[in-house]
């Protein structure tokens, strides 16, 4: 596991979801041809996240990007990055591995038929405020959740406001934002 894709799990546990992380889901034969990857391996989510309430399950994609520009907007929907957001622009492939995880967790008695799949994408570092913002609206039009650095920021600041809890992502934001007295 990813230690990004980690404080994403430690932050959506906070909030009452159920959360796997690097979910495989088992795509037939059928359903590999139709993606055009025949031979491809189990497909692999960095993060699924399931809030029984609500009926959805959240498909959460990680992209740290601690040491690079960061995430930026063209670079998602038309750069030469595109291929790294592949379940972002391969529609036929988000739709067939969405419609085999819900077939999945069903069958295993994780959620029920009427549950909903949604997309989302957690960035450890965004480019800038413009692609944020870019970010924001695009997904938006999309129907999809984007999950920025400064709304991770914001969400580990809360946790370590929390009481106590021994996970790695809330201790180490209590040592950084504490007030040495």
């Known amino acids: 596991m990813d230690s990004f894709e980690s404080i994403v799990r430690t932050i959506f546990e906070s909030k009452g979801y159920w959360v796997k992380t690097s979910f495989k889901v088992d795509l037939t034969k059928e359903e590999k041809r139709k993606i055009g990857r025949p031979s491809s391996p189990r ?3 960095d993060v699924v996240a399931y809030k029984g309430g609500s009926k959805e399950i959240l498909v959460i994609e990680c992209k740290s990007y601690l040491d690079s520009p960061g995430v ?3 670079g998602l929907k038309n750069g030469k990055w595109k ?21 999945q967790l069903v069958e295993s008695g994780s959620c029920s038929e009427d549950t909903t799949v949604k997309l989302c994408l957690a960035s450890g570092k965004v480019a800038s405020k413009a692609d944020r ?6 997904f938006n039009t999309k129907g999809w959740n984007f999950f920025s650095d400064e709304w991770i920021k914001n969400e580990l600041i809360n946790l370590s406001n929390s009481g106590y809890e021994n996970e790695v ?8 934002t504490r007030e040495n007295g």
Do not use: H
């Open 43 to 45: 497909w692999e989510l």
């Open 72 to 74: 930026k907007a063209d």
């Open 83 to 103: 291929e790294r957001y592949k379940l972002f622009n391969e529609e036929t492939l988000r739709d067939v591995v969405f419609n085999r995880l819900l077939t």
């Open 133 to 138: 913002e870019e970010l924001s609206e695009y």
């Open 169 to 176: 992502a809330t201790v180490t934001t209590k040592i950084l």
